[in-house]
């Protein structure tokens, strides 16, 4: 087994140590050299390949844990993990994220960072049609975990009518869940696909490494009749999530 050494005290590319070796354990991880269910060396015998503390490595370790790469076992070791991705349907932009989560087995909580009135942004203020100058809307960023990995981050807008009347129940769930059981019918939405890479925030919220590739699932909420409810952007782990779609061409 062979490892790329670092320096046991320094930083490589600005970045922790600890999330130096995790990086190279995962290549090693998703090359095959340790396969699903197969035990990895030690925390000790890391310290000595990486010539570096316990402490660092438990931190490698946990890092490789939030990724769903590994599993830990008391008293028996470090073992790799089956890998498949959460899958979301781009051909229901309306189902509900939590459902998606359950549906694939996967325990699905929320924890929100912010829940609070802003001056609406000119782009939020167009999307949610409003017409007053200087309109309020509440701007909310919360982390979406599947069991206990936070897999993406969502920003989202309510006009203050919404946002209001719903306060405690879209601070404690998941957005288009809160919004039906709030009475709250979603008739339609308007999607986009994107990528950006994460930024030194979104890597501290998702436990992911600076600059790895995040997916943004943006959307537009409706009700009735074009009525705009939501509008916001969801940024989701590439390791953890993928976005599908079916198409039928009907001749």
């Not at 929100?112 to 999307?127: D, G, K």
């Not at 601070?171 to 039906?180: E, H, I, N, P, V």
Request: proline share 6%; with cysteine; net charge negative.
């Amino acid at each position: 087994m062979t490892f790329f050494m670092v320096p046991s005290e320094q930083l490589s590319d600005n970045q922790p140590l600890h999330v130096v070796i995790s990086e190279q354990l995962k290549q090693k991880i998703e090359a095959g050299e340790y396969e699903p269910g197969s035990r990895l060396p030690s925390e000790f015998d890391l310290g000595e390949i990486f010539e570096v503390s316990r402490t660092t490595i438990r931190k490698a370790i946990a890092n490789l844990t939030q990724q769903g790469l590994v599993t830990t076992q008391q008293g028996k070791g470090i073992f790799g993990t089956e890998q498949h991705k959460i899958s979301f349907s781009m051909s229901n932009p309306l189902m509900q994220f939590d459902a998606a989560l359950q549906q694939q087995g996967y325990e699905a909580r929320v924890h929100s960072l912010r829940f609070q009135p802003i001056e609406a942004p000119a782009e939020v203020s167009r999307q949610l049609q409003l017409t007053e100058p200087s309109a309020t809307v509440y701007w909310q960023e919360k982390i979406i975990y599947a069991a206990e990995s936070p897999i993406a981050l969502d920003i989202a807008y309510y006009p203050a009518a919404i946002a209001t009347s719903l306060t405690s129940e879209l601070q404690q769930g998941f957005t288009y869940s809160t919004l039906a059981q709030g009475g709250i019918t979603l008739t339609a939405a308007a999607v986009r696909l994107e990528s950006v890479p994460a930024t030194y925030e979104l890597s501290e919220y998702l436990a992911v490494p600076l600059g790895m590739p995040l997916l943004v699932f943006n959307y537009l909420a409706y009700q009735g009749d074009r009525q705009p409810v939501v509008c916001g952007k969801t940024l989701s782990r590439s390791d953890w999530t993928c976005y599908t779609a079916e198409v039928e061409v009907i001749p």
